[in-house]
Structure formats: C-alpha cells, structure tokens
C-alpha cells in the first residue's frame, strides 16, 4: 500500500472494516479514472466494491476517500461517482471539494489515464 495512505489510514483510526471499504473503494476509483472520464452510478460503484452493497451505503466511504484525497494532495476521484437520476455528484462532493466536479473528473483523468502520474493505492515506493 502507498505509504502515505497507509499513514493516514493508522492516523484516522478507522477500524478493520473501514479502512478495508475505504482503501478498495479508492482503488476502485482510481481504475475507473484510469479508464475514461465517465462517471459510474452509484449503483455500479457499490457493486464494483461489494456485491450486494446498497449505493445508499456508499455515502460514507466516498467522504473517507474524499477527505483523504483532498488532504493528501491526491486526485479526489469521488468524482466519478454520480446519481442515476440526476447525473451528478451528491452534496458530499461539495462538501468535501470547492471545485466543480467536471472540473475535478477531467484532472483526475489526466493525472490516472494521460499522464499516469498519479499516486496509486498500490504504490510501495
């Protein structure tokens, strides 16, 4: 694991469990950046994570992956995450983030898909 989410992960103190959905789910992310600038539904993202995982459910982990993102000077990839109704990000995302989720898919593609200079969870530098 890239040590600087390993860190943070020890210094949040998030239990076993959580630091499981959180890191997976931010490796799911970073393979969907890596493959386009689409946004997936809900659905599709608590699928990917946890067959059987109700979207409802994911609202948490996407605001772990958020905020670590954000404080760690990643690229914040929650933004591929969207409602099927809507097509947009939730609240949380503006919550977590000033900028516009467009705006944040398109850097986080460039960074994962372009110019692969993102970090990436399994990083062990």
Not at 69 to 95: H, L, R, Y
Not at 105 to 116: G, L, P
Request: glycine share 8%; charged share 20%.
């Amino acid at each position: 694991m890239h040590p600087v989410l390993s860190e943070y992960v020890k210094r949040a103190g998030f239990d076993e469990a959580r630091s499981r959905r959180m890191v997976n789910g931010l490796r799911v992310l970073q393979e969907i950046a890596a493959k386009g600038d689409q946004p997936i539904t809900y659905a599709v993202f608590a699928e990917k994570l946890q067959p059987g995982l109700a979207p409802l459910a994911t609202g948490a982990i996407l605001e772990d992956i958020g905020v670590f993102c954000n404080q760690a000077g990643w690229p914040n990839v929650t933004c591929f995450v969207v409602s099927a109704t809507t097509g947009e990000c939730s609240n949380g995302f503006t919550k977590i983030s000033s900028e516009s989720p467009m705006v944040a898919r398109d850097a986080a593609w460039f960074a994962y898909a372009v110019y692969k200079s993102a970090p990436h969870v399994d990083d062990e530098i």
